[in-house]
């Protein structure tokens, strides 16, 4: 079973970037890591698509996309929705393909470094994604990331451990 997986932002540090990479490695063996930086775009708009058509960028993410089972992304939250990366990268890939996701299992995150934990952006996702063709098979916010969580030790608070653990069970429940 493939597992693609990345954090929808492009910061070079990107804490969304690491928990999607921890997170797929607890799903599966077979993970591929996307950067979002590697797939940079103009920022869309119905007359760049005109003048110059879809970058080859969105294409290449739309066939990583469609090569995986499952799909991880953790999404960074930029003022309570998507960061303008993601955004723009998917606006331009669904005009390649409205439903993107489509048959594609999807496990959603969101984390940060506040109390919160990105759960307005997760709650976007959540909406958003099956009309996209994708079926949510878990999902989880984790707070304060700095606090709770570490490269060496994956999620070190207990209670959100607990609760991390339990949606992988039931993502690989559903796989």
């Known amino acids: 079973m493939k597992v693609i997986t990345f954090g929808a932002s492009t910061s070079k540090n990107s804490i969304n ?15 591929e890591i996307i950067n979002l930086r590697d797939y940079e775009m103009p920022l869309f708009s119905v007359d760049k698509e005109k003048e110059a058509g879809i970058p080859s960028k969105a294409s290449d993410l739309l066939e990583k996309w469609q ?10 939250e930029h003022n309570g929705a998507y960061t303008a990366a993601f955004k723009n990268t998917f606006d331009w890939v ?4 409205q439903k993107c996701f489509a048959d594609k299992k999807l496990f959603l995150l969101a984390t940060s470094p506040g109390a919160r934990g990105g759960k307005s952006v997760l709650e976007i996702a959540l909406a958003r994604m099956p009309f996209h063709g ?4 878990g999902s989880f916010s984790l707070p304060n990331f700095e606090e709770n969580f570490s490269e060496e030790n994956g999620i070190t608070n207990p209670e959100f451990k607990n609760i991390f653990e339990q949606e992988i069970k039931k993502v690989k429940q559903s796989i």
Not at 68 to 75: G, L, P, Q, R
Not at 94 to 97: A, C, G, L, S
């Open 134 to 137: 994708g079926e949510i098979i």
């Open 94 to 97: 669904t005009r390649i393909k």
């Open 17 to 31: 970037q690491k928990l999607a990479e921890f997170t797929a490695k607890q799903i599966s063996n077979d993970v």
């Open 67 to 76: 090569s995986a089972d499952v799909i991880v992304i953790s999404f960074a």
